[in-house]
């Protein structure tokens, strides 16, 4: 039997689907990681911004106080001013007023010698934020009248923005004019931050930025992904199922019937055979059937010449004649005189290895040669070597011969004679327009006539109507097979048949042919 296993190129095609699938869905929860990320950094900014404008407008309301009123020195009653003024208002310890030079200083605790380094780093006009990590930012206001400056640090905007110290890798920065940027709280992002996130203060020349580090990012990423697994993983899958389901459906058919054998797919039922002189059912005829994935419970017909085209008839009737022997005797009333008939094709007459395949098939079974007739169609009884060697290799074993659809092809009867058949089988064609006088009488007439002066037991096919039936027994055929009898059975359910009889109506009304149609 020919191994054909899944298709690797479809495995794989499945496998890449399902990737892909997880992928999108990671991509996406990655998507909403970075949303995720960015709303919160906003949110610090904006909570940041609002506390580090709310602390420079004080600032600058104190600076105002402060400048008023100031001439320039800084006696006693200047620095308790600035004292009052910086620690009262703001907290701040530090304040500075410088004079119109700006080296000259008074703080709190009194005056500053004069320092020409001081007056050079000098911001413009404005209130401003200079860069002192020590002191945090600081504050300046030009005094009218080019009088001098007063500046003090702005303390208490980090302590304000203790919230963020629980994130690690996310800070906050203050950004003035000349993109000079100071620490405000959380993790300062020295090396360039890997996301951004800015809000400008609404009455000051400056931004509140909240960063985040590479490292952030990740954990930002590692919170969504078990979200995308759960999601991802389901969805990979599915589209993996569907993809290689999708791909199966799509195989040329001769591959689907391959994999059909492989996955057992295929069943047979089995059509009685009723002598109708005493009503006894002495045979079967096995049939096969095919229960497809998609379309599902296929009759032979729509199958069996793809099977024989591509050769797979061969493998298929190894498996039916093993399905038989399994099957075999079962519940049989009397397995010994019961007959069992399989259809062979023309590649079965081509092939030289069939008698010892058929042999191999119910080896070791209860059943025996003599119990099995071939059926072949009269095309196929071809007179060649082949056919001869396979027909002649049954005989030989004990099993029998039908000639299948009689009447239909042209009848080699020349083949007739070199080869023993026992069975015609008249074909159920030939009953069609039976018992209204027409050419059918004469056709079965003549048909008839043929095979009794071949000396061959006639079976009919295709008996469906009580009319049939008659016209049958006035021409002496007996042997019959049809729905007026039963249709195609299981095996357990051919037993039941067997054992109770299709009884004539003389002997038993009521429970006589055709009062039993069994599913098909
Ligand atoms: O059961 P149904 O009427 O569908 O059968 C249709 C045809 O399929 C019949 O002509 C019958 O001979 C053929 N068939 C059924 N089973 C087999 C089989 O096992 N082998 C071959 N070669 N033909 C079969
Ligand atoms: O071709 P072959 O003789 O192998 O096939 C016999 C087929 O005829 C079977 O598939 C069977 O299902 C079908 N068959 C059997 N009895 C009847 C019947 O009474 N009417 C019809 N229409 N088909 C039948
Ligand atoms: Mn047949």
Redesign the pocket.
Known sequence: MPRLPVRARDALLAAAAGLLGLACVLWLSRLLAERVLRAELDADARTAAAAVATLLEQADGTLERLGQGWGGGCDAAVAARLHDAALVGLGASEALLLDASGTAACTPAGPLPADPARRASRPGEGPVVVESPSAGIRVSRRLPAGRGEVTIPVLGVARSLRFLEGTPGVGLRLVGTDGRAVPLAGTPQAAGAARVLGRALPRHALSVQATASEAAVRASRRRTLPLGLLLGLPSGLGLAASVFLARRQSLPPERQLALALERDELDV?Y?PLVDARTGRCTGAE????WDHPSLGRL???TF?PL??ETGL?LP??EW?LRRVARDFPGALPDPSAFHLS????AA?LRSRGTVEAIRRAVAGAALSPRQLVF?VTERDLVEDESAQHVLAGLEEWGASLAL??FGTGFSNLSALQRFRVEYLKLDRSLLSGIGRGGLADTVLDAVVDLASRLEMAVVAEGVETREQLEALEKRGVFLCQGWYFSR?VPFDELARLAARGFAGEETSPGAGPGAHLARP
């Not at 096995?286 to 059937?289: A, D, K, Q």
């Not at 399989?342 to 094709?345: A, D, G, Q």
């Open positions: 039922r059509l096995v049939l096969l059937r009759r032979p017909d069996v099977a024989e008839i298929i009737t039916l399989v259809n062979l094709s079965h059926e299948d659809d195609p």
